[in-house]
């Protein structure tokens, strides 16, 4: 099988034959958690969901409610719901994200408009942001891209302003931190977190919303057909379905996979911080790059993503590959989709459009091999 990077074929590089760009973390424990769960009554949503969420809660130190879904996606369209957006509302999203930010919007029919990006973090720009804001707008979205927490006081500032809703579509940012603060703990409406195969923690695929305790008995409504579970499992249910409901909800076997990447997130997050900090020691006075990330001293990262700005993006992405180094570009400029039906000119987006590139970060890694490729790096493409 051949990769095309433009008139250049390149071999599929093989998991054993060198670094990849991402690789699930599943704790060793996890097998017998897992296989503990299904032997027992409950495979579905269960206890276990539940001590998932009031672990979480206080891992985290979260002064709201945790409600476990089935994923990231499912959290923000329940968080979009139950902010109040409706048909034809203009919510502010960020340009460049994965599109699960913004096609639940799409779900409920509001109206998406693009802002443009930071061009040293690539999270959404504040300036492009407030020149956005109308009469119509209902929320402003935010993505902590990488893992790198937002300008949040300039962006509650101008929700406080204006009256709107935020919310945090944190699912590269688990652990991460602004003024001190865990994210889920900065005021925004509603914080959503992801536990999709790849991010610093999984379920196999889940999420979790993060919301005020007013919200929390319709939004375990909405996450299970418009049904309160609860009543229901009494035994006798009279009860009417008085709102449209979905199928979002965590299963036992997920939550039992989360309880033990929670045992071991300290040393998760002590792994990819240190591999974070080696790129960024490697690579901060290397002229050919730019690291993304502004190294504001408000922000504490939790690493998702290791993201460099380079020139002549697929010289190097072939350069790396060939040394058996996988590389990528992960998320992509949302206005390139036709079903968001917009392609304008963001300045700063089209400045780096062509340069943004994703190193490896994982914890299958080494600190030799961030040493390898940035060495690879460094003798040029």
């Not at 602004?178 to 992801?194: E, H, L, M, P, R």
């Not at 408000?298 to 072939?318: E, S, Y």
């Not at 690879?376 to 493409?381: P, R």
Request: charged share 30%; net charge positive; proline share 2%.
């Amino acid at each position: 099988m051949l990769i095309k990077y433009k008139n250049n074929d390149l071999p599929l590089m093989k998991e054993k034959d060198g670094i990849v760009l991402f690789y699930p973390h599943i704790p060793k424990s996890a097998n017998k958690a897992v296989n503990k769960i299904l032997n027992s009554r409950w495979i579905g949503e269960g206890p276990k969901v539940k001590l998932f969420e009031k672990k979480f809660k206080k891992r985290f130190n979260l002064k709201k409610e945790c409600l476990a879904v089935g994923s990231g996606t499912d959290a923000l369209h329940l968080a979009y719901i139950l902010s109040g957006i409706k048909k034809n509302d203009e919510v502010l999203v960020p340009l460049f994200t994965c599109t699960a930010t913004n096609i639940p919007l799409l779900y409920i029919g509001a109206k998406i408009v693009f802002v443009d990006i930071d061009k040293n973090t690539l999270n959404i720009c504040v300036k492009d942001l407030e020149k956005k804001i109308t009469r119509n707008t209902k929320a402003i979205v935010v993505v902590h891209y990488g893992g790198i927490p937002c300008d949040m006081d300039k962006i509650i500032f101008l929700a406080k302003k204006f009256g709107l809703k935020v919310i945090e579509d944190s699912a590269h940012a688990l652990g991460s931190k602004f003024q001190d603060k865990y994210i889920g703990n900065v005021n925004a409406n509603f914080t959503v977190f992801s536990f999709q195969s790849i991010k610093h923690l999984t379920t196999g695929d889940g999420g979790m919303l993060i919301l005020d305790k007013k919200y929390i008995k319709k939004a375990r409504r909405l996450r299970w057909f418009g049904i309160d579970r609860e009543k229901k499992q009494k035994g006798i249910w009279e009860n009417d379905i008085k709102e449209v409901g979905y199928k979002y909800q965590m299963t036992d076997i997920s939550a039992a996979i989360g309880l033990c990447g929670l045992e071991e997130y300290d040393r998760t997050l002590k792994l990819r911080r240190k591999l974070y900090e080696r790129y960024i020691k490697n690579l901060i006075f290397f002229k050919k790059i730019q690291i993304a990330d502004d190294f504001c001293k408000k922000k504490f990262v939790a690493p998702w993503l290791f993201t460099i700005f380079v020139n002549r993006r697929d010289k190097l992405i072939k350069k790396l590959r060939l040394n058996k180094i996988e590389s990528g570009q992960t998320h992509y400029r949302n206005d390139r989709y036709s079903i968001f039906k917009t392609r304008k000119k963001f300045k700063n987006m089209d400045l780096v459009d062509k340069k943004y590139l994703i190193l490896p970060l994982h914890t299958k890694m080494k600190v030799k091999d961030v040493d390898r490729i940035c060495d690879v790096i460094k003798s040029g493409w």
